[in-house]
């Protein structure tokens, strides 16, 4: 038998546990669906903060202009002022819900500064910001007799009208399927309304800052369900991760810069002043690629973050984490200078989204990361997804009830999910393989800095991939691993498909083949050709 609930959401970050917690107190039953355990979120590992105006020395129209900078001309404007002017109340919900910002010795926020901002305006709770905001949460969610989390429940696809036929009306949402890691049986849930804060899908590369969860799993979700996806070429690397040989970069949070880090080269040199004004402090694009072009100028594998001379009691009640982080591997923040390279961090395009979070395919919704509301436009500002999450899961909590109170459906039979005589894989290893393939693919031929030739390398690895990946679904038993691998070949092509697109470089995407910027920025778009969706096995 199918569950039924009035609301469903797919992920257990920020985005998706405050737009559970304001459907509920609608009075909506909400069930929140997390593919690993209700902790583990690209959310929880957000170290920086949460950028908002809070100070007498700050203003909204600042905060605004940093934004549309560091976007690059494909911001949209009435998106930006919106989610920058909802800030502060969103701000105050969370203090609400028992949140502990960090406080300066006068009482007020301690407030850092990150790059591309033009005053301290970020709040965080030393440099473990984003498990801070989980645990509030959390707390908050279990305390909710409307929302039923469930924990190791992979959402496979979406269960539209439209695609089984299942009325005679417009084509919405009516559910999805979802595989119970556990049991190993996939479930049916029914609801009206579905919303996907599945994160980002930084696996995609070879070096990430992301947790393994963020496999795009929303992105091709929605894709195969006929939504549009925009701007996937805009893929963030943050500038300084700690250099590792292996695929284990941790993230060194921006907000050290803020405190006075600087980037020096092999030969100790600071470098950044020549390549931008604001220096260290430069937007995250501009810092990458710097670092990467340092780092080919030498054939070096990395550069130096230097904030040595920094007492270390400072450093060390700043940033605990990464001190400590960095302490484990014989390196002190206060007296040794830590090796970084780029990584790849967030996804500023997705699927397509209001100012709501609605799409375009009635009942369906999303919000944060795997998102695009056009707030971050070609380049996020440091910061600032926190903020859309939370905004954005208020306005898509609205438009919810909205939705639900004006029009709501009955829910139709949806077809039981038949796995026929399929049998476990005994070549796992073609799993491993693709999958290691396609992050080495997406790192050399997609990266940083990108070319067409490179780009149609990669179109034509991940069209076998493709291929090799849609036979084993069909002729195996489905695992989470096949799972998160179908999605990025998905998410990859999409990315790859909207880089081009894109003749010209502009934010994140830098490409030798085309210097300059075109007069009039447009966003890149890819929707599903009539007829090219997969059929579900067994329906």
């Known amino acids: 038998m199918p569950q039924d609930y009035d609301v469903l959401v797919v992920g257990s970050g920020i985005a998706g546990l405050s737009l559970a917690l304001k459907t509920a107190a609608a009075g909506w039953r909400t069930a929140i669906l997390t593919k690993k ?41 009435d998106v930006v002022r919106s989610v920058v002017r909802d800030g502060p109340s969103r701000i105050n919900e969370l203090v609400e819900l028992g949140l502990k910002f960090s ?140 250099y590792s040989k292996t695929h284990d970069r941790f993230l060194i949070s921006e907000a050290v810069r803020g405190e006075g880090a600087v980037l020096r080269n092999f030969a100790g040199e600071t470098f950044m002043a020549g390549y931008h004004p604001l220096a260290d402090l430069a937007p995250r694009d501009v810092v990458a690629r ?104 208020d306005r898509g909590a609205r438009a919810i009830h909205a939705y639900l109170s004006s029009s709501r459906p009955d829910l139709p039979e949806v077809p039981h999910w038949v796995s026929g005589d399929v049998h476990d894989s005994d070549e796992q290893v073609v799993i491993s393989h693709n999958w290691d393939e396609l992050r080495r693919a997406m790192w050399d031929y997609m990266g940083i800095v990108r070319t067409t030739k490179r780009l149609e390398r990669a179109r034509t690895r991940i069209g076998t991939l493709k291929r090799e990946i849609h036979d084993y679904y069909w002729n195996f038993r489905i695992e989470p691993r096949l799972l998160e691998l179908r999605n990025l070949i998905q998410v990859a092509d999409l990315i790859v498909q909207c880089g081009l697109q894109r003749a010209e470089s502009r934010g994140l995407h830098f490409t030798l083949d085309h210097l300059e910027k075109s007069e009039s920025p447009v966003d890149t778009k890819v929707v599903l050709e009539p007829g090219a969706v997969d059929e579900v096995p067994g329906l």
């Open 37 to 77: 355990t209700r902790a583990e979120s690209n959310t929880n590992y957000a170290q920086g903060g949460i950028a908002c105006v809070t100070s007498d020395t700050d203003d909204f129209e600042s905060h605004v202009q940093d934004t549309l900078t560091a976007g690059d001309g494909l911001c949209r404007e």
């Open 103 to 242: 406080r300066d010795p006068g009482g007020g926020y301690s407030l850092g500064r990150e790059g591309g901002h033009s005053a301290r305006r970020i709040l965080h709770v030393k440099d473990i910001t984003g498990r801070a905001i989980e645990d509030a949460l959390l707390h908050a969610v279990a305390k909710n007799p409307l929302i039923h989390l469930m924990e190791h429940l992979f959402a496979i696809d979406l269960v539209t009208s439209g695609k089984f036929e299942l009325d005679t009306g417009p084509n919405r949402v009516v559910g999805l399927y979802a595989l119970d890691v556990i049991s190993r049986k996939v479930k049916t849930f029914r609801a009206p309304a579905v919303i996907l804060s599945t994160g980002g899908a930084g696996q995609v590369y070879l070096y990430t800052t992301n947790p393994g969860i963020a496999t795009g799993d929303g992105v091709a979700m929605a894709f195969r369900a006929g939504v549009a996806v925009e701007n996937m070429e805009f893929i963030q690397f943050h500038p300084t991760t700690l």
């Open 290 to 393: 710097a670092i990467d072009s340092e780092m080919k100028k030498t054939g070096a594998e990395h550069v130096w973050l230097d904030i040595t001379g920094k007492p270390e009691s400072i450093l060390q009640d700043r940033f605990p984490l990464i001190f400590d982080r960095c302490r484990k591997i014989g390196l002190n923040l206060s007296t040794d200078r830590i090796p970084v390279v780029p990584a790849a961090h967030y996804t500023c395009g997705g699927v397509v989204t209001n100012l709501d979070a609605e799409t375009p395919l009635p009942g369906l919704f999303a919000c944060g990361e795997v998102a695009s509301t056009g707030l971050h436009g070609a380049n996020r500002l440091a910061s600032n997804s926190l903020l859309e999450a939370v905004v954005m899961a």
